[in-house]
């Protein structure tokens, strides 16, 4: 950085200086020029009309101005005598010779075309004749190749303090720099030292940003593969566990019957608990197919009579709660309708209420509302442990494990809650304490429609 800085402003200043040159040189030029007409008009004074108009004048002439170049011509521009140049050709095509034939006087600086020199001219119209006096002066090119050794030193010495300047000033402008570089080299927010650097610092802050982002969700992803295989690994050690038990015993009593060891009435309860665990294998197993499914489950949503399905399905449970001598308090506001589906609502509200019913104490209490915008079930169950509350919803696990399996219960139930109300954005809460039971909530709308 500090060599570009350094190379920078040697060009800048070489340029700068070599245009200089050039201007100064062209100015130069025609001020000398401008001096050589003033001093030419002065020496034509020494001219004598008396004078015999020869080449002996002409010499004579040039020494007194200090060597100057005189030439005598005919009023019509013709040769007569020149104290330095015997060609005897006209000069009437000459700018200053002709102009002074125009107008009694003439100008031109140019290089010579018989002695190859550059002459500043001057010319005057006599009665007789035309005098013209002429002095050796530099052209444009010649004064800049005379002045290109000064050039070169100023150059160098424009490239000995532009080493020095960069040297000594690098370093602080190009502070403010580094710090900002060390600054997001740690990952911390940059604050700018000075305004022109605010564009660098928002970029660098946003590219710091967007990296520890991306850094985060990395690390959630890692964090969520590894929950997902334990997720994994705890599902087939689960479904491995429920699956053994009926399996177990359908595999033992049928081995007995095989044998013939079981006759009679024992042969009949053996059968019936085949059965029986048959039953509840299959129910295992509909009940992780439909777990599963949720997921997939894109059917399109309409309008769903929630308060109809709440009525029917207390109606359809009120058996389980007369046998457990609940004490039932409901109320359903009429015409709550859903955006859903028929099946999502009852899976919902049927596995809530069945919760509800399996895990309370015998003679408690269930407590359902039904509102617009909320379903909210409260028992006065065994409640649920503040470290439980965190895995209520995971796949299979149960509170209560005396209860597992019961009236087809496997610890899916509210898993499947979690997943519905996921699909249909509800709001999923549950309170509860030990001993003195729970109480679940969904909230039919979105959380900023509640603000």
């Excluded at 895990?359 to 209490?365: A, P, T």
Aim: aromatic share 8%.
């Amino acid at each position: 950085m500090k060599k570009r800085i350094m190379w920078l402003c040697f060009a800048i200043t070489a340029v700068a200086l070599i245009v200089f040159s050039v201007i100064s040189t062209d100015v130069y030029y025609r001020n000398s020029i401008a001096h050589a007409e003033t001093y030419l008009r002065a020496y034509m004074n020494a001219f004598d009309e008396t004078r015999t108009l020869d080449a002996a004048y002409a010499e004579e002439l040039s020494e007194k101005l200090d060597g100057a170049r005189v030439t005598f011509l005919t009023p019509d521009g013709g040769f007569i005598a020149d104290s330095e140049d015997a060609d005897d050709a006209s000069r009437a095509m000459r700018p200053e010779v002709r102009e002074a034939i125009e107008t009694g006087e003439g100008f031109d600086a140019r290089s010579s075309a018989t002695m190859d020199e550059n002459f500043a001219y001057y010319c005057r119209r006599y009665e007789t004749c035309l005098v013209r006096i002429a002095v050796r002066t530099d052209s444009v090119w010649g004064i800049y190749v005379d002045s290109l050794p000064a050039v070169a030193c100023f150059l160098a010495a424009d490239a000995l303090v532009c080493l020095l300047i960069t040297y000594l000033t690098a370093g602080f402008m190009l502070k403010p720099m580094e710090d900002l570089v060390r600054s997001a080299a740690k990952g911390e927010r940059v604050e700018p030292a000075c305004g022109e650097l605010e564009p660098v610092a928002e970029l660098i802050n946003r590219m710091n940003a967007e990296a520890e982002n991306r850094v985060l969700e990395s690390k959630a992803e890692r964090e969520q593969v590894v929950r997902a295989q334990q997720s994994k690994d705890e599902f087939i050690a689960n479904v491995t566990h429920e699956m053994n038990t009926p399996l177990t015993s359908i595999r033992g009593f049928a081995e007995l019957l095989a044998s013939g060891a079981l006759d009679g009435e024992r042969a009949r309860k053996a059968s019936a608990t085949i059965l029986a665990q048959s039953e509840r294998l299959q129910n295992l197993v509909a009940s992780i197919i439909n777990y599963s499914e949720i997921d997939s489950d894109d059917l399109p949503l309409y309008e769903v009579d929630a308060s109809r399905i709440a009525r029917e399905t207390l109606a359809a449970l009120s058996p389980e709660i007369a046998e457990r001598k609940i004490v039932l308090l409901s109320e359903i506001c009429d015409g709550v309708m859903l955006m859903s589906r028929y099946e999502r609502v009852t899976e919902i509200f049927g596995n809530i209420i069945r919760n509800a019913i399996r895990y309370n104490r015998e003679g408690g209490s269930i407590s359902v509302l039904l509102t617009r915008e909320e379903f909210t079930v409260s028992d006065t169950g065994i409640g649920i442990a503040k470290e439980d509350l965190g895995r209520i919803f995971d796949r299979f696990f149960t509170v209560d494990k005396s209860h597992n399996g019961k009236n087809g219960g496997f610890g899916l139930g509210l898993s499947v809650v979690k997943k519905l109300c996921g699909k249909q954005n509800w709001q999923l809460t549950v309170e509860s304490e030990p001993g003195k039971g729970s109480t679940f909530r969904i909230g039919f709308l979105p959380a900023e429609e509640k603000k």
